[in-house]
């Protein structure tokens, strides 16, 4: 996204840091409950809670997001992370077993290291952003962020990209598919309406018949 | 604008969220039994038992709030409110009438509505699994598959109406409209409202709260006011629903009167969508698990996509 | 030919005929039913004609009928004769809470004790309250209707058959006495 | 803020002004809506009776005891569905900023074709599936 494109050239600091805006008040707020709500994310050995706990960490980004004008960024996060992503996540603990109550094994024996690669990453990460911007003052003009400009750059600007995406979520679903398809070939295939009419399941009277369908989707619970 | 404008607007937002689907409900009651033969409630509030929902209300309200022994509390406890919130900011940002008749427009307006309904799903899975109960979780799992599942033909088909009026601003959509973009968004129409009608596990898709199956589905272990909020979050849906697809394919305010009646007839447009609603869940009986996921996956997917590329060809079309 | 989606239209056809037409609903305490004849409520008692022969309670299938008597010894209307004993009934109850409404009881009644009575109205909170006793078994008769006229050209009921023929030939012998 | 991306604005009505407006309003409202929550609930405390016995907080099943734990082996298609929706939303939100620009001037026919190139990768994505039966039961 071309969010410092949209907001001009990286003027020196005009403005002080000591005399804060609403929105930037707000912004370091939010900032750090989110830092808050991941941390328990990572600490708490209820594993339902810390995708939960992500939640939060997600929806307090995509306000952070508003409050730069990222808005279609935003609701992007609110639609993709919060509405799909995490819900994939939930979808994985509960179908595996998630109880309630803390899982003993929740805990990993590499969890110094774990913090130590966060911290190194986080350091990292801060350390380029301070001196990449320094002083400078970005403006962020509202809607600079809105769907028509991401739209507007996009199809002038990025279009190559934009198509390499289509290839690789298409190589992603179909890698889903076979993974899926491959446990369920090992199974051996429904067969109620043979066994139980003894007919071929070719039969179509059979086949079709509520009787021949109903084994299957008893099994489903 | 000012603090307080905001303000009463917010409570204005509020008091329809709460009044609306009282409506809806009370009209499905008497829809539904006069369907069905019966007369409904005829008691509560004298004439033709109108408070029969305030007094249902005042029950919910009174009645004990159970936890179950072994269900995460706190968990248990938030779902209603997570899976009933997000309907009260959709209804903000929905337009009634021209000349800014509307809480607060929001500029990406389609997509901000989009996002915010999905985050709905969150509360589901939560109260199904957080309740310890087989089919509670089964049924979590089942509304969650639904709902993904038709959140994707929805978008598409909102996609759609957005693409008709070049922005994504709800106001600016309903601007745009004009007479000939209900034969040329029918598809999509048709789409939005189906797919809107599943996310609510309305019958004839209310397979994730089938009795029969699985009690009922993730609220099975809710009592009392957070039963209530689940029951209100779905007939808050219906006025949601019924009012995205009046303001995106039904031309919102527009209709044979001046423009200062026009929130009256995105008022009975939506109205008569939720009739629409009533009467599909009176008549059709309910969808098998593997019927729906198809339904959604190999008829409104492809229907959506097909009235995208149509809107495409003809917008462009159009502008050259 | 059938279009695609057609019943599903005829589906929703149904359902909103059903909306306009007048409904079914009987709305019970303002209005009362009407009940058909020979409605089972509830078995009413008529204890004069009861004779305590027990086989009402005996033939009930749920053995729901409780009746206790005792005997009482009548004085000789004639000195020679010996003194009569009668069988005085002391309770009567049906439990209702048992009772299937089969209307064996009143079948089987020799003496015609037993009617049934369309009266419906007797809930109660209790279980144990659905015992009911002798006094209100005597009050439901009170509601019982009369018997339904006959249909024409039956029968004439035996009852009567009998009293005709014995006031016939007490006619013929009367008519026939100053012959 | 110059060029295209200024013409883009002006263009779009609804941008501009109001941004932090609108979403100042929203923000109230969730105030609003977390306090009504917050009011029934205690409101909820003070009227409703809290008489608990065992049999009470026990998983409801019908009326029978409850068998095991409160968790159940489910299908994994049910996953897979979500996993697909994961996709297939990835793709259906580039289609928001593609809608607002593609029929303005200066994109037309070009953009459109991108967008079909686009689509129909996802297309058949959806066929792949649909052939291999993940999208049908039995």
Known sequence: MNILAAAGSLAPATRGFLSPTGAEIVFVLVGLAVLGAAVISVGTRQLVHAALWLVVALGGLAIEFLLLTAEFVAWVQVLIYLGSVVVLVLFGLMLTKAPIGRSPDADSGNRWVALLVALAAAGTLVTLVVDAFRTSWIDLGAGGGSASVTGASLFRNWVLPFEALSVLLLAALIGAIVLSRSRQAAAPKPRAGRLRTGKPVGAAPAAKSPAAQSPSSERES | ?320 | MNLPGSGLAKGLAVTLRTMTKKTVTAQYPEVQPHLPPRSRGVIGLLEENCTVCMLCARECPDWCIYIDSHKETLPAVDPNARARTRNVLDRFAIDFSLCMYCGICIEVCPFDALFWSPEFEYAETDILELTHERDKLREWMWTVPAPPALDPGAEEPKEIAAARKAADKLAAAAGGDPA | MEGPLAAALAADPAVGGGYFDAYAAVGLLAVVGVLFVMVAFTANRLLRPAIWSPEKLLTYECGVDPVGEGWAHTQVRYYVYAFLYVIFAVDAIYLFPWATVFASAGYGMGTLVEMFIFLGFLAVGLLYAWKKGVLEWT
């Open chain 2, 1 to 320: 604008m000012n603090l307080l404008d905001t303000l009463l607007r917010c409570v204005a937002a509020l008091v329809v969220f709460l009044t609306f689907p009282l409506i809806i409900g009370q009209t499905e009651h008497k829809v539904m039994a006069h369907m069905q033969g019966r007369l409904g409630p005829m008691y509560a509030g004298g004439f033709h038992g109108w408070a029969q929902l305030v007094a249902d209300g005042v029950k919910f309200a009174q009645k004990e709030d159970i936890v179950p022994a072994g269900a995460d509390r706190r968990i248990f406890q938030l779902a209603p409110a997570v899976s009933l919130l997000p309907y009260l900011f959709v209804l903000l940002v929905v337009p009634v009438g021209p000349h800014g008749f509307v809480g607060q427009a929001v500029d990406a307006g389609i997509f901000f509505v989009l996002a915010v309904m999905g985050v709905g799903v969150i509360g589901k899975l939560m109260a199904g699994w957080a309740s310890a109960n087989k089919f509670s979780l089964l049924g979590g799992l089942r509304t969650a598959a639904q709902l993904m599942s038709y959140e994707l033909p929805m978008v598409l088909a909102a996609a759609s109406a957005a693409m008709a009026a070049g922005t994504l601003s709800l106001t600016g959509i309903v601007e745009a409209f004009h007479w000939w973009w209900l034969p040329w968004q029918a598809i999509g129409a048709f789409v939005f409202f189906t797919a809107g009608l599943a996310e609510l596990q309305r019958p004839p898709f209310d397979m994730p709260v089938a009795d029969s199956e699985i009690i009922f589905g993730a609220y099975t272990e809710y009592t009392g006011l957070r039963f209530a909020f689940f029951l209100l979050s779905e007939y808050a849906g219906i006025l949601v629903v019924c009012a995205l697809t009046t303001v995106l394919f039904l031309g919102g305010w527009h209709g044979p009167l001046p423009d200062s009646l026009g929130w009256l007839w995105t008022i009975l447009k939506t109205f008569a969508l939720a009739f629409v609603v009533i009467w599909l869940r009176v008549t059709y009986p309910r969808l098998r698990e593997d019927q729906l996921m198809r339904f959604a996956w190999t008829v409104l997917v492809p229907l959506a996509l097909v009235q995208l590329a149509l809107t495409g060809i003809i917008k462009v079309a159009i502008s050259q």
